[in-house]
């Protein structure tokens, strides 16, 4: 019975990588919507906001659970960035910088966990 | 009075991995039946095919938010009696009172330990049911 439950144990951790590397891959995608998100809030879109804060939310609960603590957390910091703000509203300039810079610090974080987990870089745009 | 052994549960989530991760967690012992839904209506439907003993529902699913989903269960005379646990990112002292007063027997904090999911899951029904 044990060597069942051991089995297992090993078994959902090599999974756990899989969905590691999945969860990368997928992150990747999802920042550079992000940031499409924040050009169109420049443009005034204040639906944007609230597309950036689910994706953000999604990185902070599925990344932690996966072991990409140090991404969670920066996901959940621009997530509690966005909820401070008067909703649908665009928020200011100085806010849109914040939201800029925790975007970008997610894509540094996302490419230094791929480079540890051996995921490799992401393809080039375009 | 011993608490009944938890035999099935239906587990609420719109996304696929955490399913996934829950899924694998719940049933590392082999002692229970895990069903997954992405939630809204679909999940009512499941529990009312499955009937399981327990519910777990993410809190912030599009559509459908798990407080809504446990208002839907508590006025359904099929559903009412189910037990539910939260699972949430935001764990703190005013949301736990919010979700147990709406009748949640537990919160569990995301992220969780995939590792030691089951243990605090069965801890939280031995203890609704001591």
């Known amino acids: ?126 | 009075m011993s608490a009944p052994d938890l035999r099935s549960l239906l587990y609420v989530d719109d996304d696929a991995d955490i399913r996934e991760i829950v899924h694998m967690s719940l049933t590392l012992d082999g002692e229970m039946s895990v069903h997954l839904s992405d939630g809204g209506e679909r999940a009512l439907l499941k529990m009312r095919v499955e009937r399981p003993d327990l519910v777990m529902l993410d809190v912030m699913m599009p559509g459908m938010d798990g407080p809504t989903l446990l208002a839907r269960m508590r006025a359904d005379a099929d559903l009412k009696h189910i037990p539910v646990i939260f699972m949430t990112a935001k764990v703190n002292p005013q949301e736990v009172k919010r979700f147990t007063d709406l009748s949640a027997i537990g919160v569990i904090a995301k992220p969780f330990d995939p590792m030691a999911l089951g243990t605090q899951v069965k801890a939280m029904w031995k203890a609704h049911h001591g």
């Open chain 1, 1 to 126: 019975m044990a060597d069942v439950r051991e089995e297992r144990v090993a078994a959902a951790k090599a999974r756990m990588l899989e969905l590691g590397t999945k969860f990368i891959e997928r992150s990747r995608g999802e920042l550079a919507t992000m940031r499409a998100g924040l050009a169109r809030l420049r443009a005034g879109d204040a639906a944007a906001l609230s597309e950036i804060r689910h994706f953000a939310h999604k990185m902070a609960g599925t990344g932690a659970t996966l072991g990409f603590d140090a991404f969670g957390q920066r996901a959940a910091r621009l997530e509690a960035l966005i909820d401070a703000q008067p909703a649908g509203r665009v928020p200011d300039a100085e806010v849109q910088e914040k939201l800029a810079a925790h975007v970008a610090a997610l894509e540094s974080q996302l490419a230094a966990d791929a480079d540890a987990r051996g995921a490799g870089p992401a393809p080039p745009a375009g």
